[in-house]
């Protein structure tokens, strides 16, 4: 499964930092000025699947890495913030963040893939590929929900493009 | 058919256009060159050359364009998709509807799912308030329906009647009675059509929050038996709510102090509309008594009222002439509900009616009154659906006006013109109408009248009509163009389209129609699978048609053999094991046909499909004992030999 927030239009930033030890602070005041550090995150292992035994199956989307994109991949998100001269990019990349959290909770364990957001002026297109684990209604119930649900929260038109596969489609086994 | 519809006009427009342009763009281009011919002559012609043709030049006048005139253009050229469904379901085989329930089912469940989401924006309004669209878009903001003004006072009362709320205001407006406080006229007469709109119960918001506690009504109504006053509230009252005895309403028309024409007249309303037509022609009278005048809606009610009023026909008759006399009298104005009413009050009065409905037609044109598509029918069923059918012209006449121009909805009861009118075709067995129609159905906005049932049952009619009249290449034309887009065939539909082909020796197409029948659901119906078998089996056909009937029959018998989760496993019966047997042997499958005689054994039938086919008896492998141990048991209900 691809982790969240793990949107293709900011890549994560990694610097490698090493923590300065306490010793250094002068002992009187009791005041530190450390520097403020973030976990290590190295770029030559974001969204890369590692390779295991051959027992773990993997779609598609997974089993390409980043640099993949545009060459073998597509983009998960379509949006035009980040052209030259538009705003709002960072504000799309939080509103994908929500609605992916949103459909991965709304869809429980129906999702076969990532979702796929596209903006088409005021319309966000929203393509799912689900499973085929709930009844038909019990689906057009949730799509209907999150429709409206998502068009009164967001102030614009969403549509949900679903289509269903009887099981997850795996590309290979790592 | 949505691109069909908008693109061909226009479309037709600008080629038409564009002719013109090219024709005065060519006319202009030729006195072009004359021009020019003409300097290259001599010198004495050219003055005379240049007074002939100094014509006037036209310019073309400068076409203004619709602004959707592109997109129609695009439209136009993309036609209806005959294998899709309709466009509120997702395009996926899993998500798609098989049949009538089925698409029921969804669109309902997608509907549930949307108010489902509204609930949720109505609990939790502060989540959903950020305005970040510029500009505003309203109907996406949370509705505000608590009522603001606190206190007892009238601006509070008519704000929860503005909020429509049924119980609050009536309190409120006891509450400012006993408080000594006067309410206005206007304020008791707004409270008085609250009630009588919703009959003294409550309004759908307030209905959904008591849903749990409010018990008294379901039990109310489920004591009475069926009489017919529940007929009536059915007929008038969707809600289903009763006029009871001295409720709200009545009880604040009694104390009001003045009242005037508006609060009779709103009174008359609400009674007729929860039934009790009596009392509304008590209060009638009553109104009259006070010299007041009632106006064209509570007239429209009382009309509408007066079969239930009056048993006789002539007596309805004459009471509704009564109250158009009165009418006159007080000089309101009918208005195309009047005469509807009329009209359906008509309805109910038999031969009388039939007689007098002309001339109301004809008083409606004279008043230069437009019918609405309620009028057509009601005529439609004064005239067509009496038990004596007399043979009358007037759905031509009908059909005629109804072409002519694309028709607004008026009156609740348009909605239903279109099946009635199909289904008069299907009576008079005329396929010719039965296509005017249709082609008026398309007209403008015409096709907004047929919602989902209604759409269903049209096309379930035109198809039965179809396989009755048509060739069937016509009809098998038709089925692929309808299915699934614009209907799901019934169990009646493809009873219909087995006969079509039974009549017109087609028979080779019977295993692809047994495909549909398994994708609409229909696989466990007996008697369709009945009539199939019988129609395979009842002739012998060439090679490859036997081969794929035999299949057409193992999946049969496998349908019979499965058992569904609840479902009882399905029953054989002795011609459908026999029709099965008949159809293996054809095709050369002994051993299977073997088995299924052995059927016969379980279901203590004994077979009589060998005195008909003996050659197919004679195909069957001898088996010496087995013989003996079918017929021995012999407790069959077909004799045998």
Known sequence: ?174 | MAARRLGGSSWQQMSLLSRRWCLQAGSAGKREQNRYSSSSTTLEKTVENSEVTREEIVLPRRKTWDKLAVLQALASTVNRDPTAAHYMFQDDPFLMPRNTANSRLLSLSKESGRSAAKYIIKEFPQYFDKTTSEPNIPCLMPENLTPQIEGVSEAALKERIHLRRVKASVDLFDQLLQAGSPVSLETTNSLLDLLCFYGDGESAQEKQNEQKGDLEEPEENTSEQRSPKRQFQKSLNSSGFRWRENNNAERIFKIMPERNAHSYCTMIRGMVKHGAPAKAYDMYTDLLNERHKADVHTFNALIRAVPYLKEKFAERWALVKDFLNHMVQQEVQPNVLTFNAVLKTLRRCGGVGRGVSLSVIQEMTALDIEPSLATYEHLLHIFYRSVELQPSTIIAEILEEVEKRSFTPQDPDDANFFPTAMQACCDLKDIKLAYRLNKSMEKGDNWKFLDMDRLNAYWSKFFSLLCMMEQIDVVLKWYKEMTPSLFYPSTRSMFDLLQALDAANHLEVIPSVWEDIKQLGFSRKQDLLEELLSLMSREEHPEETQLAFAKCAEDIKAAHEQSGRDQAPLEWTGSALGHVVVLFSRAGRTQDAWNMMEHFQQINRIPTLLLVWPKEALMLPSHVGAPVSIWGTGKGEESSF
């Not at chain 1, 002068?26 to 995150?41: E, K, N, S, Y």
């Not at chain 1, 590929?129 to 969403?158: D, M, R, W």
């Open chain 1, 1 to 174: 499964m691809g982790r969240f927030g793990d949107s293709r239009v900011s890549p994560s930033l990694s610097p490698q930092v090493v923590s300065w030890s306490r010793s250094c602070a002068p002992p009187a005041l009791g005041a530190h000025r450390d520097l403020h550090t973030t976990p290590v995150c190295f770029k030559t292992r974001a969204a890369r699947v590692r390779v295991g035994k051959g027992d773990k199956p993997v779609t598609y989307e997974q089993a390409h890495a980043p640099h993949y994109i545009a060459h073998r991949k597509g983009w998960l998100s379509l949006h035009t913030g980040n052209l030259d001269g538009e705003a709002g990019a960072a504000e799309r990349t939080v509103e994908d963040v929500f609605l992916r959290k949103f459909l991965y909770g709304t869809f429980p364990g129906c999702l076969a893939n990532e979702v796929v957001l596209k903006r088409r002026a005021n319309l966000l297109v929203i393509c799912l590929v689900v499973l085929q684990n709930l009844a038909p209604s019990k689906l057009y119930f949730l799509i209907g929900y999150s429709e409206t649900l998502l068009s009164h929260f967001y102030k614009c038109p969403v549509r949900l493009e679903v289509q269903t596969v009887p099981t997850k489609v795996i590309y290979k086994y790592l």
